[in-house]
């Protein structure tokens, strides 16, 4: 699930850490792993850090994974620290101190880690492996031609819609923005909206509006581009749909759990792929997914891709265990990342071998989904960091809300990211 998604409600498990030592999982200190290590033999212990995945049995298999690590490595322990709450800034923070992980998984991948030295270049862990990657995986963790990641899961997220809610007022999934928000406003009733993107009435519509009309948000020089002329048309034309008032605002969730859709709250919503186990117990086969639609004819659909990638902390002491933990996990052992993607929801295995074996994407809506994510997928960019995406969120909620001109705002937010940018790459 994508980075932001763990700031959220959804994440509330207990947090906690274990330690993995000689194949056995016993209870640890998170400050003091040295105890346990010790009385296994291992001469080394690496502390290990997930963000609190919602799905259920995803902690238990993290544990497994470390337990068959160190299985075959008895050198070196594992403690699996696992993070609730807010894990970025938590991470951001202890990455300052001794106390940083050894290992750890970052969401949308951040460019400036790689270039003030916190974490590893990993190429040599990959090899003839590289080529199994898909483009996105291997392209989002680039950084001055270097790999500074492994990318582990892909979260892809569609609009899902209601096949019968559609059919029965003549609609066809939407190939334009213009035919979504005629579909918006048509599906929504006295006592129901048409279409759920996010309790704010923007989640990422606003970056997906862009980028299906040809624009894009941070270019490949590190400048910001989101002020440009397409951007100010699509973000205008995205005021439609709240002039229209065919979004749903404020629901008990927000976009990435899906119960809008499958309480009949909504027929359309932005979601994951991850929810679409949970959509097909509730609908049945009576849903679709498709991209976010080509802005005008001649555009481009957009699906947004994130997931997670894991990283190693260049500056603790333990560099050669850590990365011979990620190779063997990431790189090596394809039944575990193949459990890992498509037993704890559902997500897309970045190595397109495993991805071809996942027996759980190979058909139906699931299938179509991994093909959109092929054909359309875009990340964020690696400079798209919390004050990047506060400044383009701001100016966008105030377009939408026809509370400013929209050149002057994409103008003066575009400003105010290019010094983060700047900041961030220097």
């Excluded at 010790?38 to 994974?65: C, D, I, K, P």
């Excluded at 894991?310 to 063997?328: E, I, L, R, S, Y």
Aim: aromatic share 8%; hydrophobic share 40%.
């Amino acid at each position: 699930m994508s980075a932001r998604i763990t700031e959220l409600s959804r994440r509330r498990f207990l947090g906690g850490s274990l330690m993995i030592v000689a194949g056995a999982v016993t209870a640890a200190c998170s400050t003091d792993p040295t105890g346990g290590s010790s009385s296994s033999g291992a001469r080394t212990t690496l502390n290990v850090w997930y963000h609190a995945y919602g799905e259920a049995g995803a902690q238990q298999a993290v544990l497994r994974y470390a337990t068959a690590f160190t299985k075959a490595n008895p050198d070196i322990a594992v403690k699996v620290s696992w993070v609730p709450g807010d894990y970025t800034s938590k991470l951001n923070a202890t990455l300052l101190t001794d106390a940083a992980p050894d290992v750890f998984e970052i969401g949308d991948f951040s460019e400036s880690l790689a270039r003030r030295g916190q974490i590893a270049a990993l190429d040599d862990l990959y090899g003839s492996a590289k080529a199994d990657f898909n483009e996105n995986a291997v392209s989002s963790v680039t950084v001055d031609g270097k790999l500074y990641g492994v990318k582990t899961i892909d979260d892809v997220m569609v609009l899902y819609y209601r096949k019968s809610r559609l059919s029965k007022a003549g609609i066809t999934p939407p190939a334009t923005f213009d035919a979504l928000a005629t579909a918006a406003k048509d599906l929504s009733t006295k006592k129901n909206k048409g279409l759920f993107v996010g309790n704010d009435g923007l989640g990422d519509s606003a970056i997906m509006a862009v980028r299906s009309n040809g624009g894009d948000l941070v270019a490949d020089n590190g400048k910001a581009v989101f002020d440009s002329p397409q951007a100010r048309e699509a973000l205008t034309g995205l005021k439609r749909l709240h002039d229209d008032k065919s979004l749903l605002l404020g629901f008990t969730t927000d976009w990435w759990d899906p119960s809008a859709i499958t309480q009949n709250v909504v027929p359309m919503q932005w979601c994951g792929l991850w929810a679409m186990p949970a959509i097909k117990t509730a609908l049945g086969d009576d849903f679709g997914v498709m991209p976010w639609p080509a802005f005008k004819a001649g555009g481009t659909p957009v699906v947004r891709v994130g997931g997670w990638t894991t990283c190693v902390n260049a500056k603790g002491k333990k560099v050669d265990a850590a990365k011979k933990f990620v190779q063997w996990l990431w790189i090596q052992q394809s039944d575990l990342q193949k459990d890992w993607s498509q037993s704890y929801g559902l997500h897309i295995p970045p190595r397109k071998s495993v991805a071809a074996a996942a027996d759980k994407l190979s058909q139906g809506t699931a299938k179509e989904t991994v093909e959109l994510a092929a054909a359309y997928g875009k990340n964020n960019p690696g400079t798209w960091s919390t004050a990047v995406s506060t400044v383009f969120t701001t100016a966008a909620t105030k377009i939408v809300g026809g509370q400013g001109d929209p050149a002057r705002l994409l103008e003066g937010a575009a400003k105010q990211a290019q010094s983060d940018i700047d900041k961030q790459r220097s």
